[in-house]
């Protein structure tokens, strides 16, 4: 497998450390890395209770940290403008950080929310998760806090519970009402295989395992460059719009809908909620369709589910766009054996399932599509499944006492 991107990422740690020493005048405790992630399927069911099939991306966000002893948090990012943000652990409350800084401050807040003993930190972060792309960068900013967290104030927590405090933050504290599968594909995920994700019972996933290459196939995740924003109200509409739905047939979410019954359950309810609920509820199966081929070794036969799940998400739930929908068309015709979009939507990126070889000439047809049709060219990467969260350095187990301002490393590597 090709797994050089995962190590590209991993040998950064050296740098980011000293990056660390320099702004922070002394060593980091740790370094430590989360993916961003794409959904292979199983799109907008999470927060319907229901089951998602994501792998991480072997692309990271890395963070070196130190624990503070005075309460203060210091933040500072590679890609963000201007110098070192500073907040006061106590002072934290929803509302009160804005911009990318909401994210780790929240994680912050919500670990002392849920009633965990934490105090400041200084943090530096560098990330190559694309931002803005679909990609969980968000989610990866959160959940390498949580991880790293984790560890300096020994907590000890399972990573669905650091899942869950990482979407607490950025519900509560960001502002934006996604669901938990990004969240669990940062800090759960493990290489060479998708993550079942059930998002009723998040504690209870599976690996399943998905070795691309192996089978003759190649994963091209295609960022059409048009910009989303999950906090702009339509994907909090779309998750009212569920809600009500399930309340108006008595359940306790979409998950609880009989897939057999479906025909009669869309009769019962008002045309607008028709066809949110018939995409939730096919999309669930074609979770539980594609996990079967893959437990079978067939990974060629995710295909065709992906395309019918994009056309789901197109003329059902309404989430493609021009751009997207280009993306799965041009995809197809370069024959590629299924393409969809992936994440929220409204932009964001596309993956296409491709035979092993031919990532170039599927991407490059989308280019040329994208050109004809007067779009930017899209960014392309070819993925393989990598791993979730993780320590860097220093090894697992290794204990060393932190430079001024610091604490020694409590917890040990999750
Ligand atoms: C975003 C959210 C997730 C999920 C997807 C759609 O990525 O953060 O929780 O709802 O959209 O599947």
Redesign the pocket.
């Known amino acids: 497998m090709n797994r050089s991107a995962q190590w590209e990422d991993d040998s950064r740690a050296d740098g980011v450390a000293d990056v660390f020493a320099r702004l922070f005048a002394g060593p980091a405790d740790g370094v430590w890395a989360a993916p961003g992630r794409v959904?292979l399927i199983?799109?907008?069911?999470?927060?319907n209770d229901g089951f998602?099939l994501p792998i991480a991306l072997p692309r990271n966000t890395l963070l070196a940290a130190r624990a503070r002893t005075d309460g203060r948090l210091r933040l500072h990012s590679a890609q963000g403008e201007g110098g070192i943000t500073e907040l006061s652990v106590a002072a934290l409350a929803p509302g009160a950080v804005t911009g990318w800084a909401a994210y780790p401050a929240g994680v912050v807040w919500a670990l002392a929310e849920a009633g965990h003993t934490v105090g400041g930190a200084d943090l530096h972060f560098d990330s190559t998760v694309p931002t803005g792309a679909?990609l969980?960068s968000s989610?990866a900013l959160e959940c390498v806090v949580a991880v790293a967290y984790d560890a300096l104030y020994g907590l000890g927590l399972p990573g669905p519970e650091l899942a869950r405090i990482a979407?607490r933050a950025?519900n509560a504290f960001a502002g934006?009402p996604?669901?938990?599968?990004?969240q669990m594909a940062s800090i759960c995920c493990t290489a060479e295989a998708a993550l079942h994700l059930d998002a009723r019972t998040p504690q209870d996933h599976r690996q399943v395992p998905l070795d691309l290459r192996g089978q003759g196939l190649g994963l091209l995740v295609i960022d059409t460059r048009v910009s989303h924003d999950?906090a702009d109200g339509a994907?909090a509409a779309l998750?009212a719009g569920c809600e009500r739905a399930a309340a108006l047939l008595g359940l306790p979410a979409l998950r609880d809908v009989d897939a057999g019954e479906l025909p009669k359950v869309l009769r019962a309810l008002p045309a607008e909620l028709v066809p949110l609920v018939r995409h939730v509820v096919t999309e669930n199966a074609r979770v539980t369709e594609a996990v079967s081929r893959l437990r079978e070794g067939d990974a060629a036969a995710l295909g065709p589910i992906l395309t019918e799940g994009h056309a789901s998400l197109r003329d059902d739930y309404r989430v493609s766009c021009p751009e997207t929908d280009l993306a799965v068309s041009a995809a197809l015709d370069a024959g590629a054996l299924g393409a969809r979009m992936t994440?929220?939507?409204f932009g964001g990126s596309v993956i296409a399932l491709v035979e092993a070889g031919r990532e170039d000439a599927v991407g490059g047809s989308v280019t040329a599509a994208f050109g004809a049709a007067g779009h930017r060219p899209p960014r392309l990467f070819p993925v393989t499944p990598a791993a979730g969260a993780r320590r860097l350095a220093p090894e697992r187990g290794t204990r060393r006492s932190a430079g001024s301002g610091g604490s020694e490393v409590r917890g040990l590597s999750r």
């Open positions: 959904n199983g799109e907008h069911t999470d927060y998602a679909g969980s989610a979407q950025e934006v996604c669901g938990i599968m990004d999950l994907y998750r994440g929220g939507g």
